[in-house]
């Protein structure tokens, strides 16, 4: 698979003659210990109550979150080009895979943000603000401004290509800085949302490499 930092130079796909693939749907430091706190009565609080508080989050889990809107809306960037460019139902299939999903979870990120007490993120800052910024020592995946203004000139089978290609990029990006929240984050809810993006970026990728072998 050949990079996508040299997209307008080397597109060679032709993604018309992507047939019967099935898209799979679907791209601050600790508090205190709240099980022992007492009750008018004087008695512990039950363990259930102490489970409904919000989950502790550490730098990691605030660093991911922050980090990942602005990587998100990207994703969704480069999924709205899709319409006016290309005809192949497949990618129009796909793009709206990945705004429907990454969309609400930018709306996590954003209470989880607020749960925390952190700022919220600015929504309209664009995909940009992570240009070539890493996380937690990986490539984040994202695309530079050229490399956004250059698919925006693209259409048909060459659009289809870079786009795949790109989006194959950006997505593998995402799972490294989720993989990085499993590893070092701490709050429960932060990590479930990055398991659920490692599973559904995970299998748009397998999807797109699809449709690029079959061209």
Not at 33 to 45: K, P, R, Y
Not at 166 to 188: P, R, V
Request: glycine share 10%; net charge negative.
């Amino acid at each position: 698979m050949w990079s996508t930092r040299t997209v307008s130079a080397r597109i060679a796909v032709s993604a018309g003659s992507a047939v019967g693939l099935m898209l799979i749907a679907g791209c601050g430091g600790g508090g205190h210990d709240m099980s022992q706190m007492s009750n008018n009565d004087g008695g512990s609080m039950s363990s259930s109550s102490a489970a409904s508080q919000p989950n502790d989050s550490n730098s990691a889990d605030v660093m991911f979150v922050q980090m990942m809107y602005p990587h998100h809306a990207q994703a969704v960037e480069m999924a709205k080009m899709v319409d006016s460019r290309t005809a192949n139902p497949r990618i129009l299939e796909l793009a709206a895979s990945v705004q429907s999903a990454q969309g609400p979870e930018m709306d996590q990120m954003t209470a989880l943000l607020e749960q925390w007490g952190q700022p919220s993120p600015d929504p309209t800052s664009g995909g940009n603000s992570m240009d070539g910024m890493n996380h937690g020592g990986a490539d984040s995946g994202m695309m530079s401004q050229q490399q956004m203004t250059e698919l925006e000139g693209l259409r048909d089978n060459d659009f289809d290509a870079a786009w795949l290609n790109m989006m194959i990029e950006h997505h593998t990006g995402a799972i490294a800085m989720a993989q990085t929240e499993l590893s070092d984050g701490n709050s429960a809810d932060a990590k479930k949302l990055a398991t659920s993006i490692v599973a559904a970026q995970q299998a748009e990728i397998a999807a797109m490499q699809a449709l690029l072998q079959q061209n």
